[in-house]
């Protein structure tokens, strides 16, 4: 999921309508900048607020509405590269909602506007708002997916994967197998009951069976094969949990090279003594390097609109 532009009008403190183009801002990094209350961190949050009708900290749209026609719209790039439009109408004196998702041509993807109509679409093609937390956008006072708990860190991982799925599809091929393995059991002891007078024949009774048995084969297949997806899955969790546990100790390094690196820029005072002072020890040099040649960045001020 990728924020292209957004659109505000009746939102918080944003009275008039409000548009910013992402894609137009220059640089690779964008700051932005006001006043206390001037609506910085709800023009953020108005990203996922768009998607899941819900900020992380701000409260849900509804209750950010100020007029009659509060409007929220954005452009977000999700699967596939597939742009789309999301757009929130809001009533705050009534409270009416209605929420409207349409594909780059301008064509509705929920005719209704109605809010279940809208979530429902956005559960199946945008990411679960826990791994959108964890991933993609940061909210305040957030710690990520480094500063979850282990037990979190794998619900997390089994949500994204699937695994859950896997999982219940294994657990359905066994039922259905258990049900056939009964009806078989039936038949068996149907056919060695059997006799002349009774309604169904042997051979009745055996075709029965042979249509049974090919069932409880192909069942068996399916169940063998979740079983195989499933082992997949959990290797995979594995290798995500082993890279996590090497992101941890990227921090700490990275940790450790930063308080080094402050030490050194205590110790002097111009860029170009830093250069000097820092000959004896190369790894400071080249992190003092690295962080001059970083790329410029944009900022915007909100209180300008």
């Known amino acids: 999921m ?67 026609d509060s409007l929220v719209e954005s452009v977000i790039t999700g699967k596939g590269g597939q742009r789309y439009t999301l757009r929130h109408l809001i009533d705050s004196v009534s409270g009416k909602a209605e929420a409207l998702v349409m594909n780059e041509d301008g064509l509705p993807l929920n005719v209704s506007g109605k809010l279940p109509e809208f979530d429902s679409w956005v559960a199946a093609n945008f990411l679960a708002p826990d791994v959108f937390y ?50 078989l059991d039936q038949l068996e002891a149907r056919i060695s009951e059997i006799s002349s007078g009774e309604k169904m024949s042997a051979r009745e009774a055996e075709e029965a069976l042979v249509i049974k048995n090919a069932e409880v084969e192909e069942l068996t297949e399916r169940l ?33 090279a930063t308080t080094e690196l402050s030490g050194v820029v205590e110790r002097i005072g111009n860029n170009e003594a830093i250069r000097g002072a820092t000959a004896e020890n190369g790894f400071a040099r080249h992190l003092i390097d690295s962080t001059m040649k970083c790329r410029a960045f944009t900022t915007f001020d909100v209180g300008s609109f």
């Open 134 to 183: 964890s991933t993609i956008f940061t909210p305040q006072a957030f710690t990520g997916f480094l500063g979850m708990k282990r037990g979190e860190r794998k619900t997390l991982l089994v949500q994204q994967l699937g695994i859950e799925k896997y999982e219940q599809y294994a657990e359905k091929a066994r039922a259905q197998v258990r049900s056939l393995k009964q009806s």
């Open 224 to 256: 063998n094969t979740n079983r195989a997806l499933l082992e997949i899955s959990e290797r995979h969790l594995q290798d995500l949990q082993s890279e996590a546990r090497d992101r941890e100790r990227w921090q700490a390094e990275l940790d450790e």
């Open 2 to 68: 990728r924020l292209n532009s957004i659109t505000l009008r009746g939102i918080g403190p944003y009275k008039k309508t409000v548009s910013v183009n992402i894609d137009a801002l220059a640089g690779d990094l964008t700051a932005i900048v006001g006043q206390n209350g001037a609506g910085k961190s709800i023009f953020l949050e108005i990203f996922p607020g768009s998607a899941y009708r819900d900020t992380p900290t701000r409260g849900s749209l509804k209750s950010l509405a100020t007029a009659r």
